[in-house]
């Protein structure tokens, strides 16, 4: 079964989005390790390369059913932030749209009984969860641990020690 266009075009956005979360946690990256962060920096690296294998993985489906995937520009990320716990909260915003528009092509792939893609986007509806968790959980941290230095501090260690868990 083709493809159809409607979903050719919903996975070709998504390419733009997985590249765009790409650049954007890698402007994250370097500003904790500019700002003393490192162990956030990484954790950022790590996302970062993280994103680009899931628009890989998009790529690499649309090119294995025949059609030729639209490699996209980027935009220009923000590369200032107030804090760490603003760009924690800037991550969960972006993930929890790209969980809707993991969720659109997920419908229109049921719509129209195409199972291959229905099949293949499974991956990224539970990867999506744990996207979600990974930020919510360390946003909590600021509740529970506080935002003075110390507690930023330790919260940044935090997600230095997640930053091995989460490659993909
Ligand atoms: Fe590829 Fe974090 O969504």
Redesign the pocket.
Same mark, same amino acid.
């Given at each position: 079964m083709k493809i159809s266009s409607g979903l050719t075009k919903a996975i070709n956005d998504q390419i733009a989005? @997985?590249a765009n979360?790409s650049n954007n946690y890698l402007a994250m990256a370097c500003w904790c390790q500019i700002n003393g962060y490192e162990e956030s920096g990484n954790f950022f690296f790590t996302?970062s390369a993280? @994103?680009r294998t899931?628009?890989m993985k998009f790529v690499t489906f649309l090119s294995g059913q025949g059609v030729k995937p639209v490699i996209p520009s980027t935009k220009q990320p923000s590369q200032s932030f107030k804090s760490l716990e603003s760009i924690c909260k800037t991550a969960l915003k972006? @993930?929890q749209a790209?969980t809707k528009s993991?969720q659109k092509i997920a419908e229109l792939a049921l719509k129209q009984k195409d199972f291959a893609t229905r099949n293949f986007i499974q991956w990224?509806v539970d990867?999506?969860i744990e996207?979600e968790q990974k930020f919510e959980t360390i946003l909590q941290k600021f509740d529970l641990l506080g935002r003075d230095k110390l507690a930023i501090y330790e919260i940044n260690k935090l997600l230095g020690s997640s930053a091995s868990s989460t490659e993909e």
């Open positions: 989005m @997985e979360a996302q993280e @994103e899931h628009m972006n @993930e790209v993991i990224f990867e999506q996207e």
